[in-house]
Structure formats: C-alpha cells, structure tokens
C-alpha cells in the first residue's frame, strides 16, 4: 500500500509537471550578438563654439494653462532671466511614473541656466489609464504645449526640440514626424521595443538579477503574451518603428548602466539602424555609470547629466555629429528584447480569471451543496464516511495553500526586484517551500482519492439515498476544485518541469 501510494503521487507530480511544460510557451531568449563601441569614458560633448554652462542664468517658472481638443492641462515654463533672444526651447513628456508640470524639475533648472527655456506639461490624464492609452494622440497633444513653447518670447521656433523619457521615449519620435519643425529629440531610457517586449526584457532581467530558480522564468511569455481579461491594453504591442524610419532630426539617447528594464545596447542599435532608413546618422548615446532608470544616482541626478542636456541642446547642429558619437561607461546587455508568444486559449485573456473562479467555485459549491440539503432536516447530517471527510476538506485546503503561497512568493521576489535586492533564502527557501507544497497537495489529493474509492458509492453515505448524492456532489466539487487549482499551479511552476 505505502509503496503504491508513494508511486501514484511521484507519478501525479511528474504528470502536473508535464502538463505545466507543455501547456504555454517557453522562455528562451536569444543572446544579443550585436555591440556598440563606448569611445570614451567621458559623457560630455564639445563643440568648437562657446556654449553657455549650466548656472550661467537665474531662472524663473510661470504656470499657465494649455488647451487640449477636450482638455485643459497646467504646464510649468521655465525661463533664464537676462537671456538674449532667439535661445533654443525643449518640451518634456512624461514617462508612466510620471504626470505633474512640477515633475523634471531639477532637469528644467539646469537647463533654464544655461539659457534653454523649458516647458514641462501636466499629462492629460481622462485619455490616459492602465488599459487604454494612444500614443500617437498623446502626441498630438503634445504637440499643442510644443506650439506654446515655439511662439514664447525669447524662444527660436526653428530650435525647439522634445525631451521623452521611458514611455514618452515611444511618443517623442511621433510626434518629431508628425511635426518636422521640432528641432531635435531626447530620448531618455527609451525601451524602443514595443511595450509587451519591453516588459518581458524587463522581468527576465529582474529575475536574473534576484537569483530565482529556472522554473519561474516560465512564468515570463505567459504572464506578459496573455491577453488581459475584458480585453483593453492593446497599446502594449505598439510598434514605434515605422515612426523612428521617419526620422530625421537629431538624437541624443541616455541611459544609466543599471537600468535593468531596458534593452540599453539594442535600442540605440535599433534606433540607428531605423533612423538610417531616411538617411539620418545624427545619433548621441551616453552611458551613466550606476544610474537608474531616471538617470540617478544614490537618489541624485548623475553627475554630467545636466550639462550633457544643456551642452547637446545648445550645441547644435555640431553637437548633433559631434565626436564621440557613443561614450560613457561600458553597457551590458546579454539577452535580446523580442516578441513574446501568446498562450493558448485556455491561459489567455478571460480564461485567466474564470479557470481560478470555475475552481474556486468548486471548492465552495460542495460544501454549501452539503449545508442546503441538510437544511429541511435542520441538522447538518453526515454525507460522506468521517476519514473521506476530512481527507476531503484537507485536498481542497491544501491546493488553496499552494495557491496562497505561490502568489505571497511572487510579491516577494518582485518586492526585492523592483528595489534592485537579493536575498538567497528568501528566493531560494522560499521556492523550496513552494514546491514543497505543491508535492504536500498532490500527495493529499492522491491519498483522499486511495481512501474514498468514488468509484464505489454505496460506502459513501449511511442508507439515506439523497445524503450519499450529496455526499458524491460534495467530493467530486471539491477535488476538481482541488485540480483545477493544482493545473494552475503546475501552469505557473510550482511542479518540476519535465520537458
């Protein structure tokens, strides 16, 4: 007996680790063959003319309002103050952890001292939510505070250029083709793959970083290739390509070397190889040794990133071709940002959330099922033998629990990635108990199906035909509740892939 049960449950393990291998696609990314040359290890950018250094102005900001097709949004203009005319202007655009006109105040400054005047727009927030965003309209509106910021006193129209950083670093290169007079483009982390391989890139990259097990790395094309439930995010396969083949302003493109969530070697490869479609090979790239995604270091601006902004904007055109071309500290980037497989049908938008619910379900419906039928006798009557019930109730609590903490441990590894941390017994522990749970569930499972026997009702109930159908309701409910969820678990990792 003690060996068949320890067989049937190494075989139930190993079956939900096959299903979970083959039921989504894999995670193999391809290794990024392709390299650019760092020149020099310094950041700034020299020209033959004199350009005015950061600090050499006093500053002022007004805020005024702009009217959108629809919308009013505040905008914050930052001015030098005793500036001679015809100075050159730059538009921020926010990137998706951004929103405010007061936001980039530091980059506004800098630049306002060295005689940039700088207009920096509230993002319009009733076109803009986590399942529905356009970017080629937020362009457009963009392109309103532009036409605000060209027409200001002071302000060259024929040198007003836009600053994009990390999602804006997408709207930027719209809104340059929709409007060829903008002067130049900043774009500033820019993921230049489209959103859904942006974030796989991301996640792969977080999860390397976090030390995790193998296993979960699958959860990475079937998290971010599913559809959403009730359908909405179709801006995550925006494609900024065709826009960037437009292209023919100048680029300065900036990065920080510890920024795990961008491709910081295949984008400026990407965006030069696109802009060269039109014949455009005005491209800057500086690198930031230990600068974040926002360009920061230990919480502060890196040191160089004010006076490269300032420097480039006033320097050109020569600082548009100006050598070296690439600089900075020395990027890494292993794997490549590409597309993400769709799961199937079964693990894809709406199924998402109704195989969790149709298990859930289950699990509840037994029970309750149990309860009512004992209401018109008013007694909770037994409907199933004393060990099939509590080996009942323990295969439904038991796949809960791996549920519950596969997700607390999911939190968890995100928790320390998304704050750039390791820890090896949490990460490690945590997916050896995981796991451990998964195996404790299928054995609860195997070992409630061994003793109940379902297959032989009459030992179900104790002579009252309508209490052992109960009884046969309640324990059918509650173990596919149980595999469904244990399905599920499989799907995401929990169980030792096979294949």
């Known amino acids: 007996m003690k060996v068949r049960f320890v067989l049937a449950v190494l075989g139930t393990i190993l079956l939900l680790g096959l299903i979970g ?95 940039v005047h700088v207009l920096v727009p509230a993002k319009r927030m009733d076109t803009y939510t986590t399942t529905s965003r356009d970017y080629v309209a937020m362009a457009r509106d963009y392109l309103v505070s532009w036409e605000l910021l060209a027409s200001s006193p002071g302000v060259d129209p024929g040198a007003v250029g836009v600053y994009g950083e990390s999602e804006g670093a997408w709207i930027a290169p719209v809104a340059a083709v929709l409007e060829p007079r903008v002067a130049f483009v900043v774009l500033v982390s820019a993921p230049v793959v489209p959103p859904r391989e942006q974030a796989a890139f991301a996640m792969d990259s977080y999860l390397r970083n976090t030390h995790v097990p ?29 826009w960037q083949r437009q292209l023919r302003q100048p680029v300065l493109m900036v990065y920080g070397t510890h920024d795990a969530s961008m491709p910081i070697v295949q984008g400026p490869i990407q965006l030069m190889n696109d802009i060269a479609e039109v014949g455009n090979d005005r491209c800057t790239v500086r690198y930031f040794a230990d600068a974040n995604h926002g360009i920061r270091v230990d919480g502060d601006l890196a040191p160089g990133f004010r006076e490269l902004l300032a420097d480039w904007t006033l320097g050109l ?51 309750l099922l149990w309860v009512l039928t004992a209401l018109p006798r008013r007694r909770v009557g037994r409907r199933l033998p004393a060990p099939v019930a509590r080996h009942t109730a323990a295969t439904g609590i038991a796949a809960v629990a791996v549920i519950v903490l596969f997700v607390a441990y999911c939190a968890q590894v995100a928790d320390l990635a998304l704050n750039y941390r390791t820890d090896d017994v949490v990460v490690l522990g945590g997916w050896i108990a995981v796991q451990a749970a998964g195996a404790f569930a299928a054995a609860v499972l195997v070992h409630s199906v061994m003793v109940a026997k379902p297959f032989h009702p009459g030992r179900w109930s104790s002579g009252d035909e309508r209490a052992g159908l ?18 599920i678990a499989a799907y995401w990792g929990v169980y030792p892939p096979v294949l």
Do not use: C, K
């Open 21 to 115: 291998s083959i039921a989504g696609p894999r995670w193999q990314p391809e290794p990024l063959t392709e390299s650019l040359t760092v020149e020099s290890p310094d950041v700034g950018v020299v020209v033959d003319r004199q350009t005015a250094p950061v600090g050499t102005y006093e500053t002022t900001s007004t805020d005024l309002e702009v009217e959108l097709d629809g919308a009013t949004v505040t905008a914050r203009l930052t001015v030098p103050v005793g500036a001679p005319d015809g100075q050159p202007g730059m538009l921020f655009m926010h990137g998706a952890g951004t929103g405010s006109h007061t936001n980039f105040a530091e980059q506004a400054q800098a630049l306002a001292s060295a005689g």
């Open 214 to 242: 193998w296993p979960v790395f699958r959860a990475i094309p079937r998290a971010t290739g599913a559809s959403v439930p009730g359908g909405g995010m179709e801006y995550v396969d925006f494609d900024v390509t065709p």
């Open 317 to 367: 055109p020569e600082s548009a071709t100006a050598s070296p071309r690439v600089a900075g500290a020395t990027p890494e980037q292993t794997y490549r940002a590409e597309p993400v497989d769709s799961p199937r049908w079964y693990a894809n938008g709406d199924m998402l959330v109704w195989s969790i619910v149709g298990s859930a379900l289950l699990l509840v419906g037994g029970p």
């Open 470 to 487: 109960a009884g046969r309701l309640l324990w059918w409910a509650t173990h596919a509740g149980a595999l469904g969820l244990l399905l």
